[in-house]
């Protein structure tokens, strides 16, 4: 008597590839969060735009003056009751894009696209300018209101 053929083959070597795969993309990921590649001087500039967005919507006066030049900054009433009056007029301002930064020395510019909560679609594109000071990247423009 012969004994039946097994027609089904072993889920091994698919178990062993997806292992395999699963630790070099884990080695890649781990390599990318650990690099010391520093973070480029365009990219600097656009966080800058972010950063005093940012600080701006939580109404984060000391935030907003570390991403703001020193000419631009305002008093810190002045500065919150703008804020308060652009976000009952369009709600919340959104930073989409920073894009075409040119870098002079210690002065950059570039376009900050926008969107406020009220219009998400309506992108507004404002020229920028930003100027380093104390070593960081800082906002040298007013945005929109």
């Known amino acids: 008597m012969t004994e039946p053929e097994d027609d089904r083959s072993s889920p091994m070597p698919i178990l062993i590839a997806l292992g395999v ?7 890649v990921g781990i390599a990318w969060l650990f690099s010391n590649k520093p973070m480029s001087e365009d990219v600097k500039v656009g966080r800058a735009a972010v ?8 109404k984060n006066y000391g ?4 991403f703001t030049c020193a000419a631009q900054q305002g008093k810190e009433a002045e500065v919150l009751a703008r ?3 652009s976000t009952a007029d369009h709600g919340a301002r959104y930073v989409d894009d920073v894009t075409g930064v040119t ?4 002065r950059a510019s570039g376009t900050v696209v926008y969107h406020f909560e009220h219009a ?14 104390g070593g960081e990247w800082t906002v040298c423009s007013p945005g929109p209101g």
């Open 103 to 106: 870098i002079d020395g210690d």
């Open 83 to 85: 804020q308060d009056k």
């Open 21 to 27: 795969a699963v630790l070099v993309l884990a080695a």
């Open 120 to 133: 998400p679609d309506d992108k507004i594109k404002v020229p920028m300018t930003f100027v380093r000071e």
């Open 51 to 58: 950063g005093q967005n940012d600080a701006l919507q939580r």
């Open 63 to 66: 935030d907003f003056r570390k």
